[in-house]
Every structure is written in structure tokens, then in C-alpha cells.
């Protein structure tokens, strides 16, 4: 696979440095994604069930189109669809199950992909490409008018 394809199958350009910034007010994307400076692990880990509400987004402000991405407190919340009913986000550990590494979303293959080995997965976890072997937890996602709530 030629350099410029992987990267490309990667997505790069949309979440992956959002991915690594671990602020809750981050929401902006990256147009400078410096593909060369993927490192292994290092993602924080993810919440443990039943750790109850674990961050909120406002709306009306964050995650405004589709495919956009926010990384808090050990979770990737993304918008799959308009509008603000629940099934219209995902949100699910952010640190790949393989080594720890940042997963970041692209929107264009609707799937979470590693930048570390290429491990990919669905938009609730599940492992569509190795080399990671465990699903990705998932967590809940609710919104009350605009407030959207992950918890766990
Ligand atoms: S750390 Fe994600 S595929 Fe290896």
C-alpha cells in the first residue's frame, strides 16, 4: 500500500489530533494532521462502567456537523446524523484495544480507525479490522434539548 493511500484510508485531516488533545471544550479538527508523528499508546483509559456521567457538550455550539468529534475524559463522542436525538452520536473509548493509541473517526468510511497498526471499528465498537482482537466499550449517550450527556 502506497504511503499516500494509507494515510488517505486513515483520515487523518478530521480527528485524529482532536483525538489527542484530551480537552473537553475541543472540538475544532485539525488541517495540519503531521501523519508522521503517530505514537503508540498513550491515550487515557477508559472510564470503567457504571462511573455515571462523565462529560457533557453543548449543541448548540460543539459536534455541529456531521462527523465532527469531541475527546473527554477517555471517550470519542461523534455526530453520525443531524439533528440531536441520541442515535444520532456514538461515543466509545477513545484508546484502541490493541495498544492504547488515540482512535480518530472518518466520517467518509463511517468508522473509528487506528492510526497506530490500522485497527478499524464500527460506529458501537465492534472490531471490523485487525489487528486489535477486543470491541471497543461503548457508552451512553443522551441529550436533553441541546446538553448532550455521556455517561457510563
Ligand atoms: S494500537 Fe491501535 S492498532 Fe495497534
Known sequence: MERAEFLSKLGLGVAAVCAGCAIASCGSKSSDPSPGAVTVGGAPPPPAQGSGNL???DLGSQITNIGDSVVSNGV?????DAGNAA???TAV???CTH????IAYNAGQHRFICPAHGSEFSNSGAVL??????????YTVSVDNTTLTVSS
Open 93 to 95: 473509548q477513545v484508546a
Open 129 to 138: 479490522v485487525g489487528p486489535a482482537a477486543l470491541p471497543l466499550r461503548e
Open 87 to 89: 442515535a444520532s452520536f
Open 99 to 102: 495498544q492504547g493509541t488515540a
Open 55 to 57: 462529560f457533557t457538550l
Open 76 to 80: 470519542i463522542v461523534v455526530r453520525l
